[in-house]
């Protein structure tokens, strides 16, 4: 089993930056991707950026330029810099880990509890 615990999210003005964690535990044996997504009222949840195993990065076109993803393997520590925030960056962010765990050698999709991110007019 693999647990995902989110924090770093806020309320933060037009232009503002936050840098979310996602903290993860337990065993993994290999990463196929690790990625951030977001939902905002009454809206679909959308993949905000991706990181493979082998380190390829992709993002939505609304980040791109302004949001980075990363990993810290020794913290077992994924990260979203999230830069130029606007208005419609508002939403509760979720951290997406699909792995393959270290004892049991299954792939499956594990995800956090979510962290809102707020940005003021």
Known sequence: ???????GGGLVQTGGSLRLSCAASGSIFSIDVLGW???????QRELVARIT???STNYADSAKGR????????????????NSLKPEDTAVYYCNVRVVTGITRLLGDYW?????V???S
């Not at 089993?1 to 924090?7: A, K, P, T, Y």
């Open 112 to 116: 956090g509890q979510g962290t809102q």
């Open 118 to 120: 707020t940005v003021s």
């Open 37 to 43: 997504y977001r939902q905002a009222p009454g809206k």
């Open 1 to 7: 089993q693999v647990q995902l615990v989110e924090s």
């Open 67 to 82: 949001f980075a993803i990363s990993r810290d393997s020794a913290k077992n520590t994924i990260y979203l810099q999230m």
């Open 53 to 55: 195993g082998g380190g």
